[in-house]
């Protein structure tokens, strides 16, 4: 079992980047064991997947919404998975929430982290 824990949010403005990291706590290896994906969730609206990433950091997903703007990336040694989000939009505005889950896939995920809020100015 593992427990993400989210960092890295804030206020930026549209054009700008922010960096979310995930890091995983628990009994056992941490998140270097598992595939991860990062998730949103703007208000009023279902939680989308955003982009996920395997293990090894071999493979990589991202929604269409995100792709070429957003970079997946982890470092098992430092138990930490990343979102780097560039050219960022007010459509991106919205809880970012870091899951874990055995299998590389866009759901069915086991682990969730608590979120982080992400706001995009115009």
């Known amino acids: 079992q593992v427990q993400p824990v989210e960092s890295g949010g804030g206020l930026v403005q549209a054009g700008g980047s922010l960096r979310l990291s995930c890091t995983g706590s628990?009994?056992?290896?941490?998140?270097?064991?598992?595939?991860m994906g990062w998730f949103r969730q703007a208000p009023g609206q279902d939680r989308e997947f955003v982009a996920a990433i395997s293990w090894s950091g071999g493979s990589t997903d991202y929604a269409d919404s995100v792709k070429g703007r957003f970079t997946i990336s982890r470092d098992n040694v430092k138990n930490t998975v990343y979102l780097q989000m560039n050219n960022l939009e007010p459509e991106d505005t919205a809880v970012y929430y870091c899951a874990a889950t055995v299998h590389f896939r866009r759901d069915n995920y086991d682990y969730w982290g608590q979120g982080t809020q992400v706001t995009v100015s115009s």
């Open positions: 628990g009994r056992t290896s941490g998140i270097s064991s598992y595939a």
